[in-house]
Structure formats: structure tokens, C-alpha cells
């Protein structure tokens, strides 16, 4: 009896073992891999070209992209931890930090590549009055480059009507003149002309030059315990920076776009140059504050820490 007692002890013993050890392998393989999220646009290039060659810079872990069909499911499971970071509209990011979940802005996403797309009948800014005009979401780059056009021609935010639309549907909402212009991440901009359904009115160069509109987020806590895994991470993000605009075929592998329509789309965009630059992100600042978008956003050393990108080049 007493040697059935042991051995029954002696079983579960070892078994409990096993399933300690399994949990801590799972851990540990958790805490090796970086769950980043992404949108499917033109914008997140430098994350795609990163994970397509993360064998060349991951030593310690690898990297897990997530995609997410809108911005709000991407922000909530960026806000509950459920992923370490991502590519991410910066107003959104910066809504986030405000109302006190702790992210770092490390690095852009690109610049420039935000055109505003108007339909036949719209051949100047003032065309748009009384018109409908789509943005992916009022808090984003798109909707202050709106302000900022109407500003500039004289007019007022309230002259045209604002709708926020998933920006897959803009070209097909433009063709069948439910909006008369729509302003957006890339390659929708590019997809409504080079199906001629639009033209190009204004580039956000034009409109607001410096402009920030996507930026590379990490959790604090992430940054923190895993930093060895994060200097990795940003040094592969960094150098994908360098061959985003010529890696066409990375790009397709995440996007649902023909070649015209990409070619254009990188035309416009450039991603040589990753860095937040500080005035940029003050004047993007007070522009929120002025459409009263955020009672108090984060200020540049609150919110941005480029210090493991700009690790990478020196």
C-alpha cells in the first residue's frame, strides 16, 4: 500500500513538473516574441520590409505581426496590452498617452504620401462647400491636413461635411459620388487615381510640410523589461526604412493593391528619414488643441523617445 501511495505521489509529482516546465517554455517563448500591429497601408512599409528580413537582426526573439482591419481594434488591443506595439495614426497614439495609457513614440512610419483626392466636379478647395469630404477618423493627420486646406482657402472646417469612412471604401464612395474628396493613408489615394475616379487637389506637402501621420509605437512596459529585444527590433525597422521604397514585392505581400497603383503610391511617400523631429510634433500639437481634439496632449519629451533609433545610426 505504502509503494502505491509513492508511486501515485511520485506520478503527479511528475507530472506537475512537466506542466511547469511547458508554462515556462510557452513564457518564455512569449517574452522572446514582439506582437506588433498594423493596418494594411502603404505607410507601415518599413514594419513589413523589417519582418520579411528579421532573420538578419533577431537574434534573441522574432517578430509577430498582427493585422487589424480598423483603427480602433488595433488601438484596443494596443491600450490592453494585448500586443507590444504598433504602426499607428499619431493623434490616436497621442489620445492614447493622454488618457494615461503609458506608450513611446520611437520613430515614423514615412513622410509625406497623404493626398487629397477630389472627384470630376471639384477642381479647387472652394468647390467643396456644402460638399462631403471622408477621413479614416477624426483623430488622425488627415482630418487637421482638412482644417489646414480650408483654413488656407478661406474657409471653415463647418463649410464642408466631415464623415469618417474605412479608407478601402473611399475610391468605390468617390466614384459613385457619396463624397466629393477624401484624404487618406496611402495606397487609397493612389487607387482613386490610377482608376481614374480622381485627381489629386493638394499632397500634404503642399498643405502642411514636416507633417507627422504615422508613427511607431511601443508600450513602456515593453521598452522596459525587454529593451535588449527592442534595440533588435528598431535597429531591422531602421535599416528597412532604407529599401521601402524600392521593395515592391514586400509591399504586395501585405497589400491587396495592383503594381500601378503602388508604383504611384511610393512616388509619393519617402522613408528615408524616420526621426520625429521636434518642432513637426509641437506644431501638430497645438493644431490638435485648436480643433480641440485633446484637452491635454503629451509634449514631445513626454511622448517620443527616439533615442533607440537614433542608436542605430550613429
Known amino acids: 500500500m505504502h509503494r502505491q501511495v509513492k508511486a501515485i505521489s511520485a506520478s503527479v ?133 482638412l482644417d489646414e486646406m480650408l483654413e488656407n482657402a478661406g474657409m471653415n472646417y463647418s463649410d464642408v461635411n466631415v464623415v469618417e469612412m474605412p479608407p478601402a471604401e ?38 502642411w510640410p514636416g507633417c507627422l501621420c504615422c508613427a511607431m509605437v511601443f508600450r513602456q512596459s515593453f521598452l522596459e523589461d525587454r529593451p535588449e529585444l527592442a534595440k533588435q527590433f528598431m535597429e531591422g525597422y531602421a535599416h528597412a526604412g532604407e529599401h521601402a521604397e524600392y521593395d515592391l514585392d514586400a509591399h504586395m505581400n501585405y497589400l491587396n493593391v495592383d503594381e500601378e497603383a503602388l508604383a504611384l503610391s511610393l512616388e509619393w511617400i519617402s522613408y528615408e528619414n524616420l526621426n520625429i523631429n521636434r518642432e513637426d510634433y509641437e506644431y501638430m500639437r497645438e493644431r490638435v488643441l485648436q480643433l480641440g481634439l485633446m484637452e491635454e496632449p503629451p509634449t514631445y519629451d513626454e511622448f517620443v523617445d527616439t533615442s533607440l533609433l537614433e542608436e542605430t545610426q550613429r
Open 170 to 207: 473611399m475610391p468605390a464612395a468617390l466614384s459613385e459620388g457619396r463624397i466629393e474628396s477624401y484624404i487618406v493613408a496611402e495606397p487609397f489615394g493612389a487607387i482613386g487615381v490610377t482608376l481614374d475616379v480622381g485627381h489629386v487637389l493638394y499632397q500634404s506637402n503642399d498643405l
Open 13 to 145: 509529482l511528475l507530472i506537475a513538473a512537466m506542466v511547469i516546465t511547458g508554462c515556462q517554455q510557452r513564457e518564455a517563448a512569449a517574452d522572446s516574441t514582439i506582437k506588433v500591429g498594423y493596418l494594411p497601408i502603404t505607410h507601415a512599409a518599413p514594419l513589413y520590409i523589417a519582418n520579411e528580413n528579421q532573420e538578419q537582426f533577431m537574434q534573441d526573439g522574432d517578430i509577430e505581426l498582427i493585422r487589424f482591419g480598423t483603427w480602433i481594434d488595433l488601438m484596443d488591443a494596443l491600450n490592453s496590452g494585448r500586443i507590444d506595439g504598433a504602426s499607428v495614426l499619431f493623434p490616436l497614439a497621442m489620445k492614447a498617452h493622454e488618457k494615461g495609457i503609458d506608450i513611446k513614440a520611437t520613430a515614423l512610419g514615412h513622410e509625406d504620401g497623404n493626398a487629397v483626392i477630389a472627384g470630376p466636379n471639384i477642381e479647387q478647395v472652394e468647390d467643396l462647400k456644402g460638399e462631403t469630404v471622408a477621413i479614416p477618423h477624426t483623430l488622425s493627420t488627415h482630418n487637421l491636413l
